[in-house]
């Protein structure tokens, strides 16, 4: 028998009480002692999966006909801003993408280049935190294609990612570590199920970190940055949803 932990098998076997209380997650997580409960054995939770599961592994991924019939849509469907809905309206033409922070070559990197770059297919499962799941196949570059160009300096522990949508006024924001931002699954997708990505579902590129839950994989993502701190992220938390709602911000599956 193999001695690597999956993920999967770390949480199901380290956090079945949680596990359990999500079966009824929607209303559960919207209670605050329901989600302290939940989300309490964050750093348990990422110091036993960093310590225990092999770094490289790949979450399952599936075949075409395996596909769900509908993807759900969540969080925001349109950042509806006069900036965004104008790049919408010049198909992203002058859209760009900025990565920064503690790199040596900042990068400044147009629709149409990273069209261009070359891209991973993978068909993978969402699950999301309020207690649904769907498979659906998606095409980008990796980012550690990206971040290796970009050239990320060995301070740096954490990826963060603003993107257009405004919640509470502000950029909606999203942070990973090294390991996951440069997983081979991890990507940032221009397209969905065969098709040019969709407002609904990230447009133009969102990420795709499928070893975590589906809140982690921020979409309408319009920089990136080398942090070697997550303290002057929003709140400190790394998240939007992990400052506004105390979920995890390693949410890992």
């Known amino acids: 028998m193999s001695g690597i932990i999956t993920r999967r ?20 997580v919207a209670n605050p002692l329901g989600r302290k409960l939940v989300f309490s054995g964050e750093t348990l939770n990422y110091r036993l999966a960093r310590a225990l599961t092999n770094r490289d592994s790949l979450a399952k991924e599936y075949r075409p006909d395996q596909m769900s019939p509908i993807f759900r849509v969540n969080g925001t469907a349109n950042p509806n801003t006069p900036t965004y809905n104008a790049m919408v309206a010049e198909k992203f033409a002058n859209w760009r993408l900025k990565v920064g922070g503690l790199v040596n070559r900042p990068l400044d990197i147009s629709h149409q280049q990273l069209l261009a770059m070359p891209a991973r297919t993978q068909i993978t499962r969402h699950d999301c935190v309020e207690g649904w799941s769907a498979i659906g196949k998606w095409h980008g570059p990796m980012l550690g294609t990206i971040l290796h160009a970009a050239g990320v300096r060995s301070t740096a522990r954490y990826i963060v990612f603003t993107c257009a949508d405004l919640y509470s006024g502000h950029n909606y924001y999203e942070s990973i570590d090294l390991v996951d931002a440069f997983h081979p699954q991890t990507i940032l997708a221009w397209a969905m199920n065969d098709a040019i990505l969709s407002v609904a579902h990230g447009a133009p590129i969102r990420l795709r970190v499928e070893r975590q839950l589906g809140y982690k994989n921020a979409k309408y993502v319009m920089q990136i940055d080398a942090v070697d701190s997550l303290a002057g992220i929003g709140k400190g938390k790394g998240g939007y949803w992990e400052d506004a709602i105390d979920y995890d911000w390693y949410a890992g599956i």
């Open 9 to 28: 098998a770390l949480l199901t076997t380290g956090a079945l009480g949680a596990g359990a209380l999500l079966s009824g997650c929607e209303k559960f």
